[in-house]
């Protein structure tokens, strides 16, 4: 059974940094694109950032281009997402997603975690 739960959510300023990690089991993430997307109350679910499986390529939203890192430990078999310089539109619900090829579309990936919360105070 494939599950992928995302840690690191929580309550911080504008200007303040949080790191979410998202955690595979019952697949090798070392085969897989990962995502992360992320979805603020009453609008639609939008792509934040996105890494290949080799971690050669990445891809980020204009939004947080320059303000937020993707990365993967396929050791660990885990894909972190480094959030800096935090603003209030940040506030979402960040999502991690795998699939075996790399998009930049809710659509494209078959298997999601359930979400952690990431609210921005101004």
């Known amino acids: 059974q494939v599950q992928l739960v995302e840690s690191g959510g929580g309550l911080v300023q504008a200007g303040g940094s949080l790191r979410l990690s998202c955690a595979a089991s019952?697949?090798?993430?070392?085969?897989?694109?990962m995502g992360w997307f992320r979805q603020a109350p009453g609008k639609e679910r939008e792509f934040v950032a996105a890494?290949?499986?080799?971690?050669?390529?990445?891809y980020y939203a204009d939004s947080v281009k320059g303000r937020f890192t993707i990365s993967r430990d396929n050791a660990k078999n885990t894909v972190s997402l480094q959030m800096n310089s935090l603003k209030p539109e940040d506030t979402a619900v960040y999502y991690c997603?795998?699939?075996?090829?790399?998009?930049?579309?809710?659509?494209?990936?078959?298997?999601w975690g359930q979400g952690t919360q990431v609210t921005v105070s101004s």
């Open positions: 890494i290949n499986w080799i971690a050669d390529s990445t």
């Open positions: 997603a795998a699939d075996h090829r790399l998009g930049l579309r809710t659509y494209d990936y078959d298997w």
């Open positions: 019952g697949l090798t993430i070392s085969t897989y694109a």
